[in-house]
């Protein structure tokens, strides 16, 4: 029923009220506190949140490595603890440590992925050959494991992970520790994979889940903080009606004496940019006829960034709101 | 359930046992043939002139079939209990294995079969070596029956050896596991001598001990071509317990 009802919400995951405690020596640890959301297919959804938040035990349960204490969650209608086996033929995943038999080659470790898989070898082997060529990994199939740079072995882990073509990809902090080159090809290959999979994904990297995902969820404390796009989560702890003035010189302490008598201590990001909040939009006009045309590069409105969102919603940062000054209410 | 995952997994573990063992199998052979050649050696030549026959058969035939049967279940033990240490605790694919749409059942009848094929090709050229060098006269048409035998022997091995390595993390406690348990196991097992000759007061314990079953079991088919059945008996009990008792160790340690 469930399967039915997701299949015909375009749905692929579904939580309710997961939570996961651990009992260890200590007190028990509250590592999930009823976490629910739900992933529409072919999105690629971002899961943030600090050390700790509960990123990696979500995961562990969604990949139904670890059964939650309560709750319940679907892979594409498969109810997670009843019909593992199903999840796991739909599902790939990379785990943000590289597991590989050692003593098997490359080639090997595939092949005995994809048989797992219950895929035949007239299947999987121009697959493998197809996913290591595109890597252009193909040459060194029969090297071993252990003769790869992290950044060759994270490939490799990604190949494996699509060989059975999964219809939701699970990607645990994919590119921490490869350097840029290593991660924008990661990225690529996500991007191409976004319009027939579905891609859930845990980074640290705020630039990888702003420029990759379609809708991202911050955990904290084993709870959902924010759920959204990136443009909403943004918008939703920019202030109202605050502006940005891009200066095409670095002229930006003079412009803030000049407009002292409009603005109360507008903010000086850097030498070539005025951020302030006007309470009465009609003074902006004022304002920009103030800036000499020569000096004026654009002006916009201003809108928190991905880190500032994050920091704001992990509890770690200063509310955005907090550096910005106001119009004064005598300017107006 | 549906039936195309069943199983799906033990043939790509089994597989991946064989291709394991295929890496550095020279040095694994020199290993593997040391052990029992000494044993041949030491107690065939030393002792042959004390003894010069048991139960009607000369001293070093005697042993050659319990060495043969040896090699397979310590290379069983020792294929169950390193493949599994290395998965679970250096390479950590067990990780990566309970990913994958198979069950753990799977997992452990692949390692066994794995396990079994290894040991029948050691056993298979300790036994070619120990014939040149061995009064021994094999009866061929019973080595269906001694298959018979010994597969349960390496599936309670493999097992035994499965649960060691699942269960601890350092190298050593598999060495360890190998001195307390499986040595004792392969002396008052029959190996070197006939069980007849223990005291009255063990016997019984004796007589119920599988590699009493697999050492007096394998001797009795290979020089005599028949067996008791009770040995055919005690090695599918014990193997049939620790296939049992290795799966739930297993998904234990798998739902940590």
């Known amino acids: ?332 | 359930m549906k039936l195309v995952y069943f199983r799906r997994g033990v043939f790509p573990i089994a597989q991946k046992v064989l291709l394991q063992e295929a890496q550095g199998w020279v040095n694994e052979t020199v290993n593997t043939v040391a052990i029992p050649l000494t044993f041949f050696l030491a107690f065939g030549l030393g002792l042959s002139g004390y003894i010069s026959n048991v139960g009607g058969v000369p001293y070093m035939a005697f042993l050659t079939p319990g060495l043969i049967t040896m090699t397979i279940l310590l290379e069983a033990y020792r294929t169950g209990a390193w493949g599994l240490w290395l998965d679970r605790w250096h390479q950590k694919m067990l990780d990566e294995y309970r990913i994958k749409p198979v069950h753990t059942t799977d997992i452990i009848m692949g390692e066994i079969i794995g396990g079994f094929l290894v040991a029948l090709v050691k056993g298979t050229l300790v036994a070619l070596i120990l014939m040149l060098v061995s009064p021994v006269s094999i009866h061929w048409a019973a080595l269906p029956l001694y298959f018979a035998l010994v597969f349960p022997g390496c599936i309670l091995f493999t097992c035994a050896g499965a649960m060691v390595g699942t269960s601890f993390p350092k190298p050593d406690n598999i060495a360890q596991s190998q001195t307390i348990f499986i040595t004792p196991l392969l002396y008052l097992g029959g190996l070197f001598f006939p069980i007849s000759a223990l005291p009255d007061w063990i016997k019984p314990i004796v007589g119920w001990l599988p590699t009493t079953a697999a050492f007096e079991g394998g001797r009795d088919v290979l020089l005599h071509g028949h067996i008791i059945p009770q040995y055919m008996a005690v090695m599918w009990f014990f193997a049939l317990l620790s296939f049992a008792a290795a799966t739930w160790l297993f998904k234990e340690k798998l739902s940590e």
């Open chain 1, 1 to 332: 029923m469930q399967q039915q009802e997701q299949s015909a919400t375009g749905i692929a995951i579904e939580a309710r009220q997961l939570k996961k405690q651990f009992k260890g020596r200590g007190e028990p640890v509250q590592a999930l506190n009823g976490v629910s959301f739900s992933v529409q297919r072919e999105n690629v959804f971002a899961i943030l949140g600090p050390n700790g938040a509960g990123k990696t035990t979500l995961l562990r349960i969604l990949t139904t490595v670890m059964r939650p204490s309560s709750g319940q969650a679907w892979i594409e209608g498969f109810e997670i603890g009843r019909q593992n086996i199903q999840i796991r033929q739909l599902i790939g995943i990379v785990a943000q440590d590289n597991y590989f038999d050692r003593y098997l080659t490359v080639w090997q470790n595939l092949a005995l992925h994809a048989q797992m898989h219950g895929m035949e070898k007239p299947v999987y082997e121009p697959r493998i050959r197809e996913l290591l060529e595109k890597v252009e990994l193909y040459d060194r199939r029969n090297d071993f494991m252990e003769n790869f740079s992290g950044g060759m072995q994270r490939r490799v882990a990604l190949i494996r992970a699509l060989i059975h073509q999964p219809r939701i990809l699970f990607l645990d902090e994919p590119t921490t520790g490869l350097d840029p080159s290593a991660r924008r090809e990661i990225w690529e290959t996500i991007q191409e994979l976004k319009h027939r999979t579905t891609v859930i994904l845990t980074t640290h990297y705020m630039e990888e889940a702003d420029r990759l995902s379609d809708r991202i969820m911050i955990l904290n404390h084993g709870e959902v903080v924010m759920t959204g796009t990136a443009q909403e989560l943004k918008q939703r702890i920019s202030p109202p009606e605050t502006y940005e003035l891009f200066l095409s010189t670095p002229t930006a302490a003079a412009y803030r004496q000049k407009l002292a008598s409009w603005i109360r201590d507008p903010d000086i990001a850097d030498q070539s940019l005025l951020r302030f909040r006007l309470n009465h939009p009609d003074l902006l006009a004022t304002l920009v006829a103030q800036v000499a045309p020569a000096d004026l590069k654009s002006i916009g409105l201003a809108q928190a960034d991905l880190e500032t969102v994050y920091l704001t919603a992990a509890g770690q940062g200063v509310p955005f709101s907090g550096l910005l000054a106001e119009s004064k209410e005598a300017g107006v």
